[in-house]
């Protein structure tokens, strides 16, 4: 058994890790506010992108990208998330963002909404959040009832992020509610002009991201833009979310190890009372234990990459990857921000935008409680 990366994958690492601290980390404070990045950057980073050989590297071959998989995604999503160069909430580096709800469209829907997306002639967002149905899908109020070819849509989302700029919703609504998770949720392809589609409060977070509320009254949706079967839309949306955790995973590491690099050079730089930081036992253990906490949530993050590469079941490492990690970063920002005092709290450094961000992952996709209520269910159902 190895627990090292494969050398390719290795080397991957080394090249976007160079890339990372020569082209962004100097300009990171300049690039963007947190939420919009600035045309000439985003210009730059996708001609980066495509100069390293990245673009669309997580899409499919058969639909024109790299297919490079799991693992690839998480080496690259965690060395560019050492950097607040890209905005927090919808920034990459690969090229556009492909839901893998949309690889399960039809032919016809997928040259309507799928390859549009890879070429970034649309936008879509992800609507499955209401306001009395958070982490428990299954208690959703938003239905579909089906008349003839068509269903009618009625209900409410929030928080859903990038809803203004989307061209359409991959949208998540109980066909049958009496079987809530377990076969009455399904997904359709809203577009967000049509009728009834209405975004109604946009929300200010800690992020600075302003994700949306919308309300859906008496939509009418053809049945043709219905993902999967009927009911089939709450294991649909784990299978994206599956490897969703594994980035958000990532990028949680990648915080972790900018915060970890940035405590120790400054712990080595700062004299209090004739002693430098490093020199002081509490600073030591501080630096001792992010480092070996971040280790720890790498080896997890990674081998979920690797089983789900391998076509093995990983969302049991998938859950426990989610939570160490995004638990495990916040503990990290937290303890650089303390090491650095109160220049931590401008903005004159990244670190309190990291601490934010890591406060965040705390929450989305996935509350730390639900992902420990989901191991600890399937622990309660394996043992005993």
């Not at 979920?304 to 969302?315: C, I, M, V």
């Given at each position: 058994?190895?627990?090292?990366?494969?050398?390719?994958?290795?080397?991957?690492?080394?090249?976007?890790?160079?890339?990372?601290?020569?082209?962004?980390?100097?300009?990171?404070?300049?690039t963007?506010?947190?939420?919009?990045?600035?045309?000439?950057?985003?210009?730059?980073?996708?001609?980066?992108?495509?100069?390293?050989g990245?673009?669309?590297?997580?899409?499919?071959?058969?639909?024109?990208?790299?297919?490079?998989?799991?693992?690839a995604?998480?080496?690259?999503?965690?060395?560019?998330?050492?950097?607040?160069?890209l905005?927090?909430?919808?920034?990459?580096?690969?090229?556009?963002?492909?839901?893998?709800?949309?690889?399960?469209?039809s032919?016809?829907?997928?040259?309507?909404?799928?390859?549009?997306v890879?070429?970034?002639?649309?936008?879509g967002?992800?609507?499955?959040?209401?306001?009395?149905?958070?982490?428990d899908?299954?208690?959703?109020?938003t239905?579909?009832?089906?008349e003839?070819?068509?269903?009618?849509?009625?209900?409410?989302k929030?928080?859903?992020?990038?809803?203004?700029?989307?061209?359409?919703?991959q949208?998540?609504?109980?066909?049958?509610?009496?079987?809530?998770?377990?076969?009455?949720?399904?997904?359709?392809?809203?577009?967000m002009?049509?009728?009834?589609?209405?975004?109604?409060?946009?929300?200010?977070?800690m992020?600075g991201?302003?994700?949306?509320e919308?309300?859906?009254?008496?939509?009418?949706?053809?049945?043709g833009?219905?993902?999967?079967?009927?009911?089939?839309?709450?294991?649909?949306?784990?299978?994206?979310?599956?490897?969703?955790?594994?980035?958000?995973g990532?990028?949680?590491?990648?915080v972790a190890e900018?915060?970890?690099?940035?405590?120790?050079?400054?712990?080595?730089?700062?004299?209090?009372?004739?002693?430098t930081?490093?020199?002081?036992?509490?600073?030591?253990w501080?630096?001792?234990?992010?480092f070996?906490?971040?280790?720890?949530?790498?080896?997890?993050?990674?081998h979920?990459?690797?089983?789900?590469?391998?076509?093995?079941?990983?969302?049991q490492?998938?859950?426990?990857?989610?939570?160490?990690?995004?638990?495990?970063?916040?503990?990290?920002?937290d303890?650089?921000?303390?090491?650095?005092?109160?220049?931590?709290?401008?903005?004159?450094?990244?670190?309190?935008?990291?601490?934010r961000?890591?406060?965040?992952?705390?929450?989305?996709?996935?509350?730390?409680?639900?992902?420990?209520?989901?191991i600890?269910?399937?622990?309660?159902?394996?043992?005993?």
């Open positions: 058994m190895s627990f090292e990366l494969p050398e390719e994958m290795q080397l991957l690492k080394e090249t976007v890790r160079r890339y990372v601290d020569s082209e962004m980390i100097p300009i990171e404070l300049k963007c506010d947190g939420v919009t990045l600035k045309p000439e950057f985003r210009k730059k980073f996708d001609a980066d992108s495509k100069k390293l990245l673009w669309l590297m997580d899409v499919p071959e058969e639909f024109g990208g790299q297919g490079m998989g799991v693992l995604t998480v080496v690259v999503t965690e060395q560019i998330a050492r950097t607040t160069a905005p927090s909430r919808g920034g990459t580096f690969t090229g556009p963002s492909v839901r893998a709800i949309l690889y399960e469209l032919d016809d829907m997928k040259e309507r909404y799928l390859y549009p890879i070429r970034g002639e649309k936008h967002c992800f609507g499955q959040t209401e306001p009395d149905a958070g982490s899908p299954g208690s959703m109020r239905t579909a009832v089906r003839g070819d068509e269903y009618v849509i009625n209900g409410v929030r928080f859903i992020t990038g809803a203004g700029e989307a061209d359409f919703i949208l998540m609504v109980a066909t049958d509610r009496e079987k809530g998770s377990h076969g009455g949720i399904t997904c359709f392809i809203v577009d002009d049509t009728p009834g589609v209405a975004l109604t409060t946009q929300y200010e977070t992020m991201d302003k994700p949306w919308i309300v859906f009254e008496d939509v009418r949706v053809p049945a833009h219905r993902v999967g079967a009927e009911g089939e839309g709450f294991t649909l949306g784990q299978r994206w979310l599956g490897a969703g955790r594994l980035r958000h990532a990028r949680a590491l990648g900018r915060c970890i690099e940035m405590m120790t050079s400054y712990a080595k730089q700062r004299v209090t009372f004739g002693q930081l490093s020199d002081r036992q509490a600073i030591q501080m630096i001792a234990d992010s070996v906490e971040l280790h720890a949530a790498r080896l997890m993050v990674y979920a990459a690797a089983k789900a590469d391998s076509g093995e079941e990983f969302r490492e998938g859950y426990m990857s989610k939570y160490y990690a995004d638990e495990m970063a916040f503990r990290v920002a303890r650089c921000m303390q090491v650095h005092g109160g220049i931590a709290l401008t903005t004159d450094l990244p670190i309190e935008r990291f601490w961000q890591a406060r965040s992952y705390r929450i989305t996709e996935g509350a730390s409680e639900v992902m420990k209520m989901v600890a269910r399937n622990i309660l159902r394996t043992y005993g």
